[in-house]
């Protein structure tokens, strides 16, 4: 039997680019660059505008990536 698309399938999945670009932020704050020259990177500027790019910090993906290396960080400096 084929399957039939789901025509509202589009509200439900995130763009490849988006998630692409949502990987590469959070990989690359992990090996220690901040996230303002992560996100002036040509990777990242020749893929989205500055509206694209505030969708991809609002991933919850992003904030957990970034505030737990930011929590680490403070925890490791007043130790």
Do not use: C, W
Not at 30 to 39: D, M, W
Not at 42 to 61: G, K
């Amino acid at each position: 039997m084929a399957r039939i698309p789901n025509p509202f399938s589009f509200l439900f999945s995130k763009p490849q680019k988006e998630e692409l670009v949502v990987e590469y932020v959070i990989r690359e704050h992990h090996k220690g660059r901040s996230l303002t020259e992560i996100l002036e990177d040509h990777y990242v500027t020749n893929r989205f505008s500055a509206d694209q790019v505030q969708r991809v910090l609002d991933h919850p993906e992003v904030i957990h990536a970034v505030g737990e290396d930011t929590i680490a960080a403070i925890r490791g400096s007043s130790i």
